[in-house]
């Protein structure tokens, strides 16, 4: 039991202590350059008994520092059935650049246990986070992140003691809310599951316990434990992690070599389906809104294959304010300064909307691949880690669904020539298009990788033919209709079930 | 009045329209590529009726549209006492950057009046706001925004008949809300007001009254009024506005003049007066927090004038959970491409939280003036401007505190020395900190009119006196701590009061 701990003397008395802290102290204000020129981002989460006096550490921690190298961010509570995203959202949105220090004032613990133990989430889905808590901690190493995560702790008794403190004290008494009279009642079931979680959470990154029952002790060992994780990374050099061997359910298909490029509709029969398909669209996104199904398109293709005219055609029949379509270019520097997911994290949909990505993070495993933007070991890693990137999506009941728009060399070729040749038009074309042209065989291996490797059950690829861009358009609206009719029949969307029950019962 | 419309006859038959909306539709899609070329940022504001069809009328404007160059805005209504901000910040917000469109679902006028008519704001205040739309309005055209202003009109029988229709409609029943209704009621006092309010507003951009009643005329007219207006200004070049000779209560002190820069404080008072004031302002800032009040505290100086000491003393007596240092560096390119206040008004505190700026906005009549980096217009317009910013931070209620820390060159070259002579420190120093201390006589003058001409009643300056830096830290301590006792005190929060009356009510 990690939490079952005896209080150790360290055999270091007040000035002892005093000294150490402010040696340490120091330590770390001038660890903030090195990790700064080392260009190390550095987590450190502070998680706790409510009144152990988190708020108190994190003031005596940062007092000294820059403030341009850190920042603090407090995580509230946020009732389950308000959540709009899928919980590693908020912890994903607030990640810190290279080279800068990031404080946690509560985490992926509290939010995890927390709302388990207020029955928000049921069992089942409390053993799912623990997994993605882990699979998220090891992501964040694997990408160059420090990660040091502390627990401060204190009795029941030395918290019953504080909270009646604060409550006869006219100045503080709004400080204690119900939250955390009700934790004070169940102390031993948090006890047992804050400990479990620490248990099962131990794999990436270690837990130190804090003794929050001295300020100074608590306050020297967490400077201790944030300099030596801290010295350890920056002699360790950065941490480019290798490829997992977990295993997805891949489905195997689809295939370049599969795609029929000749397929076309009749003009005629491509307005009546387009009619219908965008009428029946504009009658899903309203139920989709209703039921807070949030969805995730996302289109790859060859250049020039007609993926802006077949987005524009899907978003037409939507509500302008329950969609977004989401243009991804070159990241910028405060995008390469973060995990590579992060500005997709960031730019997910609201429950209930609809988000378009005009290309995708699996620009990891195709241009950043290929023109040598990251290391072998981060694209190989990648597909590993857009899995479950994907999985936390539609685990929260996101429907994800992933267009190819393909096409072959020679019709890329007319419609670049049509480009130049057409001055409107040649906005559209430029020297990379070319220089990308002139790579196609190894896109092409690349393509068929990201295939085999990322259709999974859950978010499946499709492969749209679009020599006939018009049968293209009409097969990508025939897909997505049907998967929006599937979701909203269905009417399982894990992550919000409780949100639902919540609301029905309110109604 | 301009709501007063005569139903007008534009001669238009129904095939000679659709011919006429293809065209203005080609024409917008080709513009979006001259509005990228000409840098021009484009907000296409939509206001109107309920039910008039604001959502599908900006469906038909972007539908073939480049999504990689707009994006749509709908601003729900929030009611005022859950605002944490200024009511501008959230269009501030999502202004769009040079070459791109934003198209609003309603804007600054529905909150404006909306908010005025239930009650939610007083008379003063609605009168307030319409005075700080116009500044708005003309602070973007000043800084090249182009603004399309649009109302979608229908009459109080139309306005019935539709929200009949969807009530009666099992599945569009949900859209029709009791505010809805209550508009439908309260028809002619909307009226009066919308009108009111766009008669109060057309001096910088015009406003378009659109036929709400015929789908395609309304479209046609936005078309016209959009592609007029983009035309226009493209035609005109880039815009940039003239200084305004509005005044405002300028103090008339500090100046440079008047510094005493042989103030100093004795070692062992300093230890007494740091312990006193910061114990103070930990209570102070629980207060502020409680009652919900804003601060925004400004530092500005010399390089080396002991800016960051000064800032770490202030903020360590703060809970961490209630206040932000933001430190300002060179703008990123995102930045550059918008209103030069943008990446400020994104980053002002929460109602009852403390924002501390390590350099602000007055970069712009600085370094941006010196280095030539904006025009001459752009920097002589500016004090203006940043008057009105902070005019509008403590109308609503915001406490702005403006530091300029203070030392002699002599003193300045001191430090530099050290800094050069300290291997820790050395990174703390760069050829950019000696060339600026090259320029230090305009740099003098450039601080001395930017006191003299942004010293306001309500937001002043004050000179920090920093030869000996713990003077200074004493110093600034003191008047934080004296304005915000002033604060909790007067108890007088202009934009909160209808807030806080709810809130009172409710308890």
Redesign the interface.
């Known amino acids: 039991m990690i939490l079952d701990y005896k209080r150790k003397d360290d055999g270091l008395d007040k000035d002892a202590r005093k000294e150490e802290i402010k040696r340490l102290r120091a330590m770390l204000v001038?660890r903030q350059?090195t990790v700064?020129e080392a260009k190390l981002p550095v987590i450190v989460m502070l998680e706790g008994w409510d009144c152990a006096g988190k708020?108190n550490l994190?003031?005596e921690l940062?007092?000294?520092m820059?403030?341009?190298f850190f920042?603090?961010k407090?995580f509230g509570r946020t009732p389950e059935y308000e959540e709009r995203y899928p919980f590693l959202k908020k912890f994903f949105d607030v990640l810190p650049e290279a080279g800068k220090f990031l404080?946690m004032?509560t985490g992926w613990m509290e939010d995890t246990v927390g709302k388990y133990l207020r029955r928000e989430i049921p069992k089942e889905e409390y053993e799912r986070r623990v997994e993605a808590c882990n699979i998220l901690e090891r992501q964040l190493r694997d990408n160059g992140y420090v990660l040091v995560k502390l627990f401060l702790h204190i009795s029941r008794g030395e918290q019953l003691e504080r909270i009646t403190a604060l409550r006869e004290n006219r100045?503080t008494q709004?400080r204690i809310s119900g939250d955390d009279l009700w934790q004070q009642q169940e102390y031993d079931r948090f006890l047992k599951t804050y400990d479990e979680f620490m248990e099962e959470t131990e794999k990436t990154a270690p837990w130190h316990v804090l003794d929050g029952e001295s300020r100074k002790k608590a306050l020297y060992d967490a400077l201790s434990a944030i300099t030596g994780t801290v010295e350890k990374a920056i002699e360790a050099g950065p941490y480019d992690g290798k490829p997992t061997d977990r295993k997805f359910p891949l489905l195997g298909h689809p295939s370049q070599k599969d795609a029929d490029l000749s397929a076309t509709i009749d003009p005629e029969e491509y307005k009546t389906e387009l009619k219908r398909l965008q009428k029946k669209l504009t009658?899903l996104h309203?139920q989709i809104y209703?039921k807070k199904i949030p969805v995730v398109i996302c289109y790859e293709g060859w250049d020039a294959a007609g993926k802006?005219g077949n987005?524009?055609r899907l978003?037409?029949p939507?509500?302008?304010?329950g969609f977004?379509?989401i243009?991804i270019?070159s990241p910028?520097?405060?995008e390469l300064a973060r995990h590579y997911l992060w500005r997709f994290w960031t730019k997910l949909p609201r429950s209930g909307h609809v988000a378009?990505f005009?290309r995708t993070w699996y620009g990891r495993v195709m241009v950043e691949r290929i023109e040598g933007f990251c290391s072998e070991n981060a694209w190989k890693r990648a597909y590993g880690e857009i899995n479950e990137f994907e999985r936390e999506l539609t685990d929260w009941g996101t429907v994800v669904l992933k267009f190819w728009i393909h096409i072959d060399p020679d019709t890329q070729l007319e419609r670049f020539e049509a480009r130049q040749n057409t001055p409107?038009k040649q906005?559209k074309i430029t020297d990379e298009d070319w220089r990308n042209r002139d790579k196609w065989p190894q896109y092409e291996e690349a393509v068929e990788d990201m295939l085999q490797k990322t259709s999974t059950a859950y978010a499946p690829w499709y492969i749209i033919e679009s020599v006939d861009k018009k049968y293209a358009r009409i097969r990508t609206l025939q897909i997505v209709t049907d998967a929006l009719e599937k979701a909203v029949n269905e009417n399982v969307v894990r992550g919000m079930r409780s949100q639902r029950a919540k609301k029905e019962k309110k109604d």
């Open positions: 001038s350059q700064r708020g994190i003031k940062i007092c000294e820059d403030p341009r920042s603090v407090n404080f004032d100045d709004w009658k309203n209703r802006g987005i524009r978003a037409y939507l509500d302008p304010r977004d379509v243009p270019a910028t520097p405060a378009i005009d409107e906005w």
